[in-house]
């Protein structure tokens, strides 16, 4: 089995997709991405816009090859949308693209409203390849279970998916020991989890120290049981998830670390982004492109001065990134300086 993780908060995007092989079966999990469209009061950076364009790339090579297709719930960073925002993956990116491969979607009758307008139109797209998922039952190496809930007082509903000894949870967010309680009857060795949205409590902590709690000890399950346990998403969109990840345990990675590529928590980070190279948060603004563009041309030196120093926190990420753009003095953001 190889397990290729494609674009998540520790890849720079929003998002818990992978790619996994098992001999002639190619399964593509969860194909969506977003940036966070607002965050410290910024719009998505260039910079992030062009790491954003790597993953898009990624996940429609691999929507290419893939012999299944899966969709855990039909959220814009889980899913290509009919009315992709700049920054998400849109039918229009992969429609016609494999028309061999089954498409997998959680049932209907567990969608919201919104959801289902969405399950309405992949179903006018890819019309015979979608498949609802069959709950409980092997199809192959294939197996979902669920429904669970997308965390803490959240009314949308996902399902993990399990191939043969690796499980792809979706966005349970620790929160649930029944979800890892059946995680654990299946006996993983590998394990791909959201965790828990740390941001959004961290300014109330004691409010929400019973839920810190609990994913802190379901995560402790899970690495306790298991070879690997791969935790990402929700819970890195601030520097204080990868703290939390560290108190769990040594075979407990992100998704960067179980890649063993740099942290780019580019979501985290964004003020670092607008501090170091100051363009305009107008979202839409003409230039907006050709920025990205320029930005595009700091990747390969960016990414090697990344994998050298390994930054994990914003201030680290903050020194690499002036760094490298020492080094491109004749590119300039000046049309854009706010």
Known sequence: MKIEILGSETLGVRGLSCFVRVGEVKVLIDPGLALGYTRYGYHPHPLQ???????????????????????????????????????QLGISDVIGLNPDATIWIKPKKFCSELELARFVELGKAFKDQIVEM??????????????????????????????????????????????????????????????????????RRAWYLNLFKIAYENALRLVNHTD?????????????????????????????????????MLESWRRVLYSAIPVKKDLFMKEFNELKDRCRMLLPKLDKELKKKRPRMKEEFERVLHTVLARFKNLTFDSTII
């Open 49 to 87: 816009a062009a790491y954003g364009d790597r993953v898009k790339d990624k996940i429609v090579r691999c929507w290419k090859k893939a012999t299944d297709i899966i969709i855990s719930h039909l959220h814009g960073d889980h899913v290509p949308l009919p009315h992709p925002n700049p920054f």
């Open 134 to 203: 069959n709950i409980g039952e092997a199809d192959g190496i294939l197996h979902f279970f669920g429904p669970f809930s997308h965390g803490y007082e959240s009314k949308t509903l996902v399902f993990a998916t399990v191939i043969e000894d690796f499980v792809h949870t979706s966005d349970t967010q620790l929160l649930d020991k029944h979800v890892i309680s059946k995680i654990l009857k299946l006996e993983p060795r590998v394990v791909f989890s959201d965790g828990p949205p740390v941001y959004r409590w961290i300014s």
């Open 228 to 264: 690997v346990v791969i935790v990402d998403h929700h819970l890195m969109r601030c520097d204080a998830g990868l703290e939390w990840l560290k108190r769990i345990g040594k075979n407990v990675l992100c998704s960067a670390e179980f890649l063993d590529k740099p942290i780019t």
